[in-house]
């Protein structure tokens, strides 16, 4: 067994010697080939201590999702995308579902929920989130620009929550008759 650390000890039904008992769950580095190209990430698995040595390691399928997310998010990290954390962030900083995200963008539906659970965006992709993580105003760009793809009430309740983004404010009101003088210009 390469080098490893307990996460801790569970009771469970254990699929290789088919008898309930403690069963330690593990962690440790691992290396994959993802889009040709090796990357390194944190892996899980169960060790059961009763089976053959070499066959004493198993895991369960919501381990092996948290397992392929992990090593999709370290090809992110070394490639310089967003992680899927972090598009669920963004999404969830202005409050939208996954479809509606999407259609913002003018994507097809289902591509959010595949880029926050299982599918790497490419950079196009990744540099449109981008432009929206911390601009609600090119935000409005995007809903303006996809406006067809969402009915007039949804299209208003989306439109609400963008400028309801925390960094977005209207322009402080000027006095009549005054213009905007740029800090350059005063130098």
Not at 14 to 35: G, V
Not at 128 to 150: G, H, T, V, Y
Request: glycine share 4%; aromatic share 8%; with cysteine.
């Amino acid at each position: 067994m390469e080098t490893s650390r307990l996460i801790r000890k569970i009771h469970m039904d254990c699929p290789l010697c088919d008898k309930t008992h403690e069963i330690e769950e593990r962690k440790r580095l691992a290396t994959i080939t993802l889009k040709g190209d090796k990357v390194t990430y944190e892996e899980r698995f169960y060790f059961c201590a009763n089976a053959y040595e070499d066959e004493n390691e198993f895991e369960t399928g919501s381990i092996t999702n948290a397992n392929l997310l992990n090593a999709r998010n370290a090809y992110r990290v070394k490639h310089g995308l967003l992680t899927s954390d972090e598009i669920v962030a963004i999404r969830e900083s202005y409050g939208l579902s996954q479809v509606d995200l999407a259609r913002l963008l003018g994507w097809g539906e289902a591509t959010i929920s595949r880029y926050e659970s299982k599918a790497i965006q490419d950079e196009a992709y990744d540099t449109m989130l981008r432009f929206i993580k911390d601009n609600p105003l090119k935000a409005l760009e995007f809903l303006k620009k996809n406006a067809a793809k969402f009915t007039e009430l949804k299209r208003a309740e989306v439109r609400e929550k963008i400028i309801d983004f925390p960094d977005i404010s209207p322009p402080a009101p000027r006095k009549p008759g005054t213009k905007l003088v740029s800090k350059s210009s005063q130098i």
